[in-house]
């Protein structure tokens, strides 16, 4: 295959550098916006971060432009907040704390910052004791519960399940392991899996329901490892550690390294399943050309989440849980896979859908990164300079 | 028909842009307001519920909350009240103070903390009351749950 016709747009109808820069300018002035909040940092360490998170963000942005790729420059973001949202969260609670775990003391004065998982299983209390069970604070805080409501509401009419490829924080963990090697050790996962994310769902909504309590956090979330835990004080706390990291190093580091897949997020995130729904929502999805298929199968082989099969693309589309990452469309050599605004025609104007896709999508992205990856830079240059992060 | 759903669909695009933005721009504002609208709070068995009567000791002030027995549907037999302290630089090595948690006008439990240590005892003169739940020293005080039954 020609190198030239990789991706949606072929080098020929790839745009000019002048006209990429005129398409990234909106971008830059978003960014700067959204980087500074307003107010430009004033403290020399700050200004070098902000600088260069701006030129990394922006310079993601206009490689996304140029090649008329998107998962491939995506993920280095991607990974990169993952990676900094750590780095920024743990550092600020061992900042404010002392450490990384979280007292009872702590969760009755509502200092637990609230995360969007706890969402699906805050809705049934919610609705029947208009109460949030989750050790927060409603309003005031930057994690403050109804402010991440409204992010994950608006993430989600914007993106739909992109949400999980755009916007989480936890995704680029998973995401970073599955880039790990070269080629999956583990090729064949039965795809009876897809449901399990669905019976975690039901679980641990009914689950939190029954015991006013957020189940999926105090049991179950593989993400405890690497932002905060209960404070370990008797067997219970113990069992709930040795779970979490048992969980983290088996779906968010080690199997996704042997398949290349997103395994937490694909076959047991309740979040990502309940996310699926908003997919039905959005106005973007990802759809095929079966005529332009020649079945390689290189989109079923590359999809991290499972979501395209002979089964969906004979459908000209991809399954519900598809989270709109672009890695299938930037491994069709036939560009017979594309982004796509609903009610609009199928033919023609790819480039188009896609860059309606990408600028919403992106300001999550570099919005929601932007924060984390200035603060992770900031903490590391005060480290090497003072030896501490503070 | 098809013109229509395309222009449609490109409206729609183009809007989610403005929601994006809108998301960032206005997340304190809607939080707010979303607060409000639905005037939705945190779970009284995380935040201890609603405070009932507070006590000035000049030095330091005694909150003592609502008795929790919330249940997602009704409520459940067993629950808590929970007892604030503040501020720390207010509070006395040993607190010791007598509550009447359900406004008979006869004092229910006689509670007493030790701010050095965090041991707290109980002495109950309702058999409603069961006990100490835990104390717990907060960032400008103390707080404990004592245990109850339903009457």
Known sequence: ?390 | MRKLKSLLGYIWAVAVIIIALATFLGQDYFGRALAAATGITVNPRYSGGEIMKTVDHAKYKTAMHRPVFDALIGQTKEGFIQINWAPAAGLPQVISEGLDYNSDGKEDFIVTLNTATGKATLASSNPAVLGIDKSYHLKNGWAVRVLLKQP
Not at chain 1, 373 to 380: E, G, H, L, P, S
Request: one cysteine or more.
């Open chain 1, 1 to 390: 295959m020609n190198k030239d016709t990789a991706g949606i747009v072929p080098a020929t109808q790839q745009p000019g550098i002048l006209k990429t820069l005129l398409l990234c300018l909106p971008m830059m002035i978003i960014t700067v916006m959204m980087l500074s909040k307003g107010k430009p940092p004033m403290e020399p360490v700050r200004q070098i971060a902000f600088i260069l998170t701006f030129v990394l963000v922006n310079s993601i942005f206009f490689l996304m432009i140029r090649t008329g790729e998107t998962d491939r420059w995506r993920s280095i973001l991607f990974v990169t907040y993952a990676v900094c949202f750590v780095i920024s969260f743990i550092s600020n609670l061992i900042e404010a704390r002392g450490s990384m775990a979280v007292s009872q003391a702590n969760m009755i004065e509502g200092l637990t910052p609230f995360c969007h998982i706890v969402i699906p299983m805050t809705i049934i209390p919610a609705a029947l004791t208009k109460t949030i069970i989750f050790p927060g604070t409603i309003i005031g805080t930057k994690t403050a519960i109804a402010g991440m409501f409204v992010l994950w509401i608006g993430s989600s009419l914007a993106l739909g399940k992109g949400f999980c490829s755009w916007v989480c924080f936890f995704g680029g963990l998973d995401e970073g392991f599955s880039r790990l090697f070269k080629k999956a050790r583990i090729k064949n996962v039965n795809p009876k899996w897809n449901y399990l994310p669905y019976a975690v769902l039901l679980l641990i909504v009914l689950a939190s329901a029954v015991t006013l309590a957020p189940f999926y956090c105090e049991w179950l979330c593989p993400f405890k490892t690497v932002t905060e835990y209960p404070e370990i004080t008797s067997a219970k706390t113990v069992i709930q550690a040795i779970i979490f990291i048992s969980l983290f190093i088996a779906l968010v580091m080690v199997l996704p390294a042997l398949t290349k897949r997103r395994i937490q997020c694909s076959l047991f995130c309740p979040m990502g399943a309940f996310q699926s729904w908003t997919n039905k929502i959005n106005v973007f999805d990802v759809r095929v050309d079966p005529e332009k298929c020649i079945e390689c199968k290189k989109c079923i082989q590359t999809c991290p989440t499972f979501s395209i099969n002979e089964e969906t693309i004979a459908k000209g589309k991809t399954a519900i849980t598809c989270m709109k990452c672009g890695k299938c469309i930037d491994a069709c050599k036939q560009g017979a896979i594309f982004y796509h605004i609903k009610g609009t025609p199928l033919e023609g104007r790819v480039e188009i859908y896609r860059r309606l896709f990408i600028y919403p999508a992106f300001i999550f992205l570099a919005t929601m990164s932007g924060g984390f990856v200035q603060d992770a830079i900031v903490k590391t240059i005060k480290l090497i300079i003072t030896g501490s992060m503070f």
